[in-house]
């Protein structure tokens, strides 16, 4: 079992930068791929961006690309997205997420989520 707790969420003017954390229990969680997830109102949750086991693949969405990057630290259970040049389309409650394979081909733990808000 991982749990996964996510922190960092805020509000932030467009142009920001937020990091967010996400921590995980457990003594396994290198051996998950790690992925952020993002739900914005009335859609549907998509995925932001992955990260292998030991970090060295990631994938990020097109939207993102560029300005989003995401790294984990095994020593401390903890993957991060780091988000910079926000703007309001970003807004959403974002999830972090980890599987045994890879979070594009399906998600074994959720956490609760952390919401973003950019403004204009």
């Known amino acids: 079992q991982v749990q996964l707790v996510e922190s960092g969420g805020g509000l932030v003017q467009a142009g920001g930068s937020l990091r967010l954390s996400c921590a995980a229990s457990g003594r396994t969680f290198s051996s998950y791929a790690m992925g952020w997830f993002r739900q914005a109102p009335g859609k549907e949750r998509e995925l932001v961006s992955d990260?292998?086991?030991?970090?060295?693949?990631?994938y990020y969405t097109d939207s993102v690309k560029g300005r989003f990057t995401i790294s984990r630290d095994n020593a401390k259970n903890t993957v991060y997205l780091q988000m910079n040049s926000l703007k309001p389309e970003d807004t959403a409650v974002y999830y972090c997420a980890a599987s045994i394979t890879r979070t594009y081909y399906g998600v074994n733990y959720w956490g609760e989520g952390t919401l973003v808000t950019v403004s204009s």
């Open positions: 990260i292998g086991w030991n970090g060295g693949s990631t």
